[in-house]
């Protein structure tokens, strides 16, 4: 007696089932990338069906385009990222420089350079303030206090710029600093504690 067309659909399709059948089965990422390359490679058909020339036709289409968005995106230039509150030098409260500078230390002897660098930098900016070498200006970049503090203290504008592009490397360039790139800023630091400013005419000739 032959077995019942339905009980033997279901009996094959329940041994199909066991896993013994289905080990070399791609996983469902290799399904999803399977379907993907098919689908591209189907629009790709079709266009190069559509496109004059065939295929060939179809490669100097993509040429074409590729060398107009090229040269639209030269025409444009590189975008200007612009300035956010979190490019300001000072990213939290207002501290003196003595508390930066005991931040900085206190990084520096856990072998942190990079956060001793920034407040340093902060250290820095902050004795110039309160020495009104520099307004107190909130939202001031590292750049900006550099070449201001520069122009007063011309002396040490090189080391200035130099400590303000460190700055910048480690907050926002993704770059370690050293110890040496902190050793060298602590002691301008220190040098810049005892430099005399250089007064502009007008307070050049009051002070005379």
């Not at 629009?43 to 107009?68: D, F, M, Q, T, W």
């Not at 090189?158 to 602590?186: E, H, I, K, N, P």
């Amino acid at each position: 007696m032959d077995t019942p067309r339905v009980p033997a659909r279901e009996a094959a399709r329940h041994e199909l089932s066991k896993p013994m059948y289905h080990e070399n089965d791609p996983n469902p990422l290799q399904r999803a990338l399977d379907h993907l390359w098919n689908w591209i490679g189907d629009i790709l058909a079709s266009a190069s069906g559509a496109a004059p020339g065939g295929p060939v036709g179809l490669a100097l289409l993509v040429v074409v385009v590729i060398a107009l968005i090229a040269a639209l995106l030269w025409r444009l230039g590189t975008p200007q990222r612009p300035l956010r509150a979190a490019d300001a030098l000072f990213a939290s409260g207002p501290l003196g420089a003595t508390e930066h500078r005991a931040a900085a230390e206190a990084h520096a002897a856990a072998g942190r350079w990079s956060q001793a660098v920034q407040e340093r930098m902060r250290a820095i900016v902050r004795s110039l303030e309160q020495r009104a070498l520099l307004d107190t200006r909130p939202g001031r970049t590292a750049d900006e206090a550099a070449a201001e503090a520069g122009r007063t203290l011309p002396d040490h504008a090189t080391r200035l710029r130099a400590a303000a592009r460190a700055f910048d490397d480690v907050t926002y360039g993704g770059r370690s600093a050293d110890q040496q790139t902190y050793l060298t800023m602590a002691t301008l630091d220190l040098d810049l504690e005892s430099a005399t400013p250089q007064l502009s005419g007008a307070l050049a000739g009051a002070a005379e």
